[in-house]
């Protein structure tokens, strides 16, 4: 008995699209109709020129008519490669937001915190986060503006002040403020680090918005002296730590700010002594009934980090 030969598989589709082209002619013919020229269109799709004209060409074939007008310095679209062009387009973008419903979306969160904060603590340590919760779509909000937690979409804040933040709100202690001062170690190579109130007045002050310097001074040199030291003043402190990054004097500035640029050795604590201040920073959210699952997360990240500062 001869053997039979394998069954073959066919799928009648008496309900599907007989005359639909191409789905990768079609998406070809979007990309081209975009730029008019056949070069951009393969370099956009990592293909080569004659593959993307004779995708084009026998997309014509099929239709029976012409798409592009083909002009000395590149294309042009018919009257009916305009309409279709249109169509096609939406249809693909169609097709696009329907694959994407059918994956799972990332969950968005916002934290709102000052520029110095963003850029001196918070960003060295995002890439962590980003490693460990990939699902979680973190927005950083940096500005000097209190932001508002419905107005802004803020769902977290980042706020210095004192544990009584506002109705409303709920709020958790971060960290504690600690002002050291701090310069670079190229600042004294010439010169010894001052350990007296008259030697600090041959080096230049930097100051912030929050000029601890008044207080700091009065803790560290309780007898001194009206202060003539040159001074440098900054409307944010991430400037004056910049400037005592790269030799221009004497910085204050919190702790926890400062401390990779010590360990890295840009730094070095000028004087044994901390200012300890009454306000502190603090995680501020507002009381709803639902939050999203992300914020606990995020919630939790930031007081491990603030531990390990």
Same mark, same amino acid.
């Given at each position: 008995?001869?053997?039979?030969?394998?069954?073959?598989?066919?799928?009648?589709?008496?309900?599907?699209?007989?005359?639909?082209?191409?789905?990768?002619?079609?998406?070809?013919?979007?990309?081209?109709?975009?730029?008019?020229?056949?070069?951009?269109?393969?370099?956009?799709?990592?293909?080569?020129?004659?593959?993307?004209?004779?995708?084009?060409?026998?997309?014509?074939?099929?239709?029976?008519?012409?798409?592009?007008?083909?002009?000395?310095?590149?294309?042009?679209?018919?009257?009916?490669?305009?309409?279709?062009?249109?169509? =096609?387009?939406?249809?693909?973008?169609?097709?696009?937001?329907?694959?994407?419903?059918?994956?799972?979306?990332?969950?968005?969160?916002?934290?709102?915190?000052?520029?110095?904060?963003?850029?001196?603590?918070?960003?060295?340590?995002?890439?962590?986060?980003?490693?460990?919760?990939?699902?979680?779509?973190?927005?950083?909000?940096?500005?000097?503006?209190?932001?508002?937690?419905?107005?802004?979409?803020?769902?977290?804040?980042?706020?210095?002040?004192?544990?009584?933040?506002?109705?409303?709100?709920?709020? /958790? #202690?971060?960290?504690?403020?600690? =002002?050291?001062?701090?310069?670079?170690?190229?600042?004294?190579?010439?010169?010894?680090?001052?350990?007296?109130? /008259?030697? #600090?007045?041959?080096?230049?002050?930097?100051?912030?918005?929050?000029?601890?310097?008044?207080?700091? #001074?009065?803790?560290?040199?309780?007898?001194?002296?009206?202060?003539?030291?040159?001074?440098?003043?900054?409307?944010?402190?991430? %400037?004056?730590?910049?400037?005592?990054?790269?030799?221009?004097?004497?910085? %204050?500035?919190?702790?926890?700010?400062?401390?990779?640029?010590?360990?890295?050795?840009? #730094?070095?604590?000028?004087?044994?002594?901390?200012?300890?201040?009454?306000?502190?920073?603090?995680?501020?959210?507002?009381?709803?009934?639902?939050?999203?699952?992300?914020?606990?997360?995020?919630?939790?990240?930031?007081?491990?980090?603030?531990?390990?500062?």
């Amino acid at each position: 008995m001869a053997e039979s030969s394998s069954p073959t598989l066919s799928i009648a589709m008496p309900n599907g699209f007989p005359d639909l082209p191409s789905l990768n002619a079609l998406r070809v013919f979007e990309v081209v109709a975009r730029h008019l020229n056949f070069r951009l269109a393969a370099e956009e799709l990592g293909v080569t020129q004659a593959a993307v004209a004779q995708q084009i060409r026998g997309l014509e074939a099929s239709l029976n008519l012409r798409l592009f007008e083909r002009l000395p310095r590149g294309l042009a679209l018919t009257d009916a490669g305009l309409g279709y062009s249109g169509s =096609i387009r939406n249809a693909l973008a169609m097709i696009d937001e329907a694959t994407r419903l059918l994956r799972p979306q990332a969950s968005h969160l916002t934290v709102s915190v000052t520029p110095t904060f963003a850029s001196k603590w918070l960003i060295p340590r995002l890439g962590s986060f980003a490693h460990s919760h990939p699902d979680i779509d973190l927005r950083v909000l940096a500005t000097d503006r209190l932001s508002h937690f419905n107005t802004d979409g803020v769902n977290l804040a980042v706020r210095y002040g004192k544990p009584d933040i506002g109705a409303g709100l709920n709020s /958790e #202690l971060l960290m504690e403020q600690r =002002i050291v001062a701090v310069a670079s170690p190229t600042l004294f190579e010439a010169s010894k680090t001052p350990t007296s109130f /008259e030697q #600090l007045q041959a080096f230049t002050l930097l100051h912030d918005a929050h000029d601890f310097w008044p207080r700091f #001074l009065a803790q560290v040199f309780p007898q001194h002296g009206q202060a003539t030291a040159r001074n440098l003043r900054f409307n944010q402190t991430s %400037l004056a730590i910049d400037a005592a990054i790269s030799g221009q004097g004497i910085a %204050l500035a919190s702790l926890a700010f400062v401390s990779d640029d010590i360990v890295a050795g840009r #730094l070095t604590q000028v004087f044994a002594q901390q200012l300890r201040l009454d306000k502190s920073f603090y995680l501020v959210w507002p009381r709803k009934l639902q939050q999203p699952e992300s914020l606990g997360i995020v919630q939790r990240w930031f007081k491990q980090q603030a531990g390990n500062s």
